[in-house]
Nanobody, 117 residues
C-alpha cells in the first residue's frame, strides 16, 4: 500500500503559475509511472501529464509547452509546474502512480486549482 498526498493547489489569476506536489508514502525509486489528471465540474477525468521511471514525459495537447512534470526520488515526490494558466485549467488535480511492486494504480485525494479571468 502507498498513500499519495497532493498539495499546492489554490486560486491564481490567468497567466499565473502554480506548482503542485504529490508526496508518496513510499520510495519513488520504484515508481514505474507517475501522472497528473484533472477533473472539471461536469466533465470526465482527463490525463494531464505522465512521467516514467526512465524520465520520459507525455502531455495532453492542451497543456504542452505550459506544464512540466518532474520527479524527485530523494523527496519521494512528483511535481507539476503549471505556467501561463488559463481559466479552462480550473479543475481538481489528482496524482496517480504505479509502482514496480504492485499492479495497482494509486490515486491521491485531489487538490483544487482555480484560475480566475
Amino acid at each position: 500500500q502507498v498513500q499519495l498526498v497532493e498539495s499546492g493547489g489554490g486560486l491564481v489569476q490567468a497567466g499565473g503559475s502554480i506548482k503542485l506536489s504529490c508526496a508518496a508514502s513510499r520510495s519513488t525509486i520504484n515508481l514505474l509511472k507517475g501522472g497528473w489528471y484533472r477533473q472539471a465540474p461536469g466533465k470526465p477525468r482527463e490525463l494531464v501529464a505522465t512521467i516514467t521511471n526512465g524520465g520520459s514525459t507525455n502531455y495532453a495537447d492542451s497543456v504542452k509547452d505550459r506544464f512540466t512534470i518532474s520527479r524527485d526520488n530523494a523527496k519521494n515526490t512528483v511535481y507539476l509546474q503549471m505556467n501561463s494558466l488559463k481559466p479552462e485549467d480550473t479543475a481538481v488535480y489528482y496524482c496517480n502512480a504505479r509502482f514496480a511492486w504492485d499492479v495497482r494504480y494509486y490515486w491521491g485525494q485531489g487538490t483544487q486549482v482555480t484560475v480566475s479571468s
